[in-house]
């Protein structure tokens, strides 16, 4: 479950690596009246899930279970930040497009809006099983 549970959390970090290259590469990070995804959350989200699997890669590899433990508690921040974010995404994807000549607004230019609603569900549903599997590896269930 240990290699399953890595295999999931690397799958995960590449759809949000993903995402946040779209995000910096539209400036989300330089100009707040774009985005609605504030810079400390996105990078929040970003830093202690790397810090997560680098200590996940280190319990997989040593079996020295306070380690692992560490890693899965750091899932907790890492999901809260997330959730942040959906529901910040959630309005900028459902907004409309502008008709020809209208005026822009910060939802249309936003760019988190460009992130394909596949990446975003399966970041989100590879994320649960991530947690899922190491809960079941940390706990010796299954594998």
Same mark, same amino acid.
């Given at each position: 479950m240990g290699i #399953?549970?890595?295999?999931a959390w690397i799958l995960t970090a590449g759809g949000? #690596?993903?995402?946040? #290259?779209k995000w910096v590469g539209g400036? $989300? !990070?330089r100009d707040r009246t774009r985005t609605h995804l504030p810079p400390a959350v996105v990078f929040g989200h970003f830093a202690l899930a790397a810090l997560g699997l680098v200590l996940w890669i280190v319990y997989v590899f040593s079996d020295n279970h306070p380690i692992g433990w560490v890693a899965l508690a750091l899932l907790i921040p890492v999901a809260a930040l997330g959730v942040v974010m959906v529901l910040r995404w959630l309005p900028v994807h459902r907004a409309q497009p502008q +008709?020809?000549?209208? =005026? &822009? &607004? #910060? +939802? =249309?230019?936003a760019p988190e809006r460009s992130f394909p609603v596949a990446v975003v569900l399966? !970041? $989100?549903?590879? *994320?649960? *099983?991530?947690?899922v599997l190491g809960l079941l590896a940390i706990l010796e269930i299954g594998g």
């Amino acid at each position: 479950m240990g290699i #399953a549970s890595l295999i999931a959390w690397i799958l995960t970090a590449g759809g949000g #690596a993903f995402m946040l #290259a779209k995000w910096v590469g539209g400036g $989300g !990070h330089r100009d707040r009246t774009r985005t609605h995804l504030p810079p400390a959350v996105v990078f929040g989200h970003f830093a202690l899930a790397a810090l997560g699997l680098v200590l996940w890669i280190v319990y997989v590899f040593s079996d020295n279970h306070p380690i692992g433990w560490v890693a899965l508690a750091l899932l907790i921040p890492v999901a809260a930040l997330g959730v942040v974010m959906v529901l910040r995404w959630l309005p900028v994807h459902r907004a409309q497009p502008q +008709p020809v000549g209208g =005026q &822009s &607004s #910060a +939802p =249309q230019d936003a760019p988190e809006r460009s992130f394909p609603v596949a990446v975003v569900l399966g !970041h $989100g549903v590879l *994320a649960v *099983a991530t947690v899922v599997l190491g809960l079941l590896a940390i706990l010796e269930i299954g594998g």
